[in-house]
């Protein structure tokens, strides 16, 4: 009996390991189109006034910086890196 409990006990460890690293292959492959889809949305369907792609996808990493810089403000006080995450998740 204890034999039986402890293996049914690393099968469930097991288990969700590999749960865990499938989605984790999934997340990172759907994650590496990003670039490519959005270039491709931004080239056919954004009306950009005559602005290359190149510049529609430089908004992100600017926006990136700028909350950046604007949160640094927020350093000065004691927030819980789960809170961190939350406020970047939001904006």
């Not at 293996?7 to 288990?15: D, G, M, P």
């Not at 994650?31 to 959005?38: D, W």
């Not at 510049?55 to 890196?81: G, K, M, W």
Request: aromatic share 10%; with cysteine; charged share 15%.
């Amino acid at each position: 009996p204890m034999f039986i409990q402890v293996v049914a006990s690393n099968l469930k460890c097991t288990l969700g390991i590999m749960i865990t690293c499938s989605l984790t292959v999934l997340f990172w492959g759907v994650y590496e189109q990003q670039g490519n889809s959005i270039a491709l949305f931004a080239d056919e369907n954004v009306a950009r006034h005559g602005m290359p792609t190149e510049f529609v996808q430089s908004v992100n990493p600017l926006l990136i910086i700028l909350f950046t810089l604007l949160l640094a403000r927020y350093d000065r006080f004691e927030v819980h890196p789960l809170r961190r995450m939350a406020m970047g998740g939001v904006l």
